[in-house]
């Protein structure tokens, strides 16, 4: 996480993974354990990058948000862990303006991807989907903020199984709201 990353885009993730049975680490770019949103709400990470290990991660999740994607691609060492986790054919994933993160490093390159509306100029070498989530092999992206409930689920689905990911639907009202 960056400073001015979009809240619902960070939260709502973490917040399904979790409720899934999923370990999630929140991590701070920023040198500080305190992170603040595009919205001025601030949050206490779990770590710090410079104190995690991510060579066992079974996904890089990428909050969206605006200048928190810029700040979270201009950060050397985190795209250099990415840049490692895909080259080992692990997940990574982003939603909102962050794919521009695995644009920039060439990884979007004859993929199918969404992100921002607005922000597909920065997804080099994809194919623009405009869907609420694509995912193609490893990689995992997110349309923007209404997207973040989709996208923690299909996240979910991948790690914690379809059951539980269609009773976590079920069980937080997900599936009312899509079925009217």
Avoid at 21 to 34: A, D, K, N, P
Avoid at 90 to 103: D, L, N
Wanted: one cysteine or more; hydrophobic letters at 40%.
């Amino acid at each position: 996480m960056a400073n001015g990353f979009e809240d619902v885009e960070a939260l709502a993730p973490v917040d399904i993974l979790r409720r899934g049975g999923q370990e999630v680490v929140t991590v701070s770019v920023t040198g500080s354990e305190f992170v603040t949103s595009a919205h001025d709400v601030t949050l206490k990470t779990d770590a710090l990058f410079e104190e995690v290990d991510l060579s066992d991660a079974d996904l890089l999740m990428l909050p969206g948000g605006m200048p928190g994607s810029t700040n979270l691609n201009e950060h050397e060492g985190l795209r250099k862990a990415i840049m490692k986790h895909y080259e080992a054919g692990r997940r990574i994933a982003a939603i909102c303006a962050a794919p521009m993160v695995f644009g920039s490093l060439g990884l979007l390159e004859g993929k199918r991807a969404t992100c921002y509306p607005g922000c597909e100029g920065t997804m080099k070498g994809a194919t623009y989907t405009k869907e609420l989530v694509t995912i193609d092999g490893n990689i995992i992206t997110g349309e923007g903020p209404a997207a973040a409930f989709p996208y923690g689920y299909a996240i979910l689905e991948i790690f914690g199984g379809k059951t539980v990911a269609d009773q976590l639907r079920e069980g937080m009202m997900f599936n009312h709201l899509t079925n009217n």
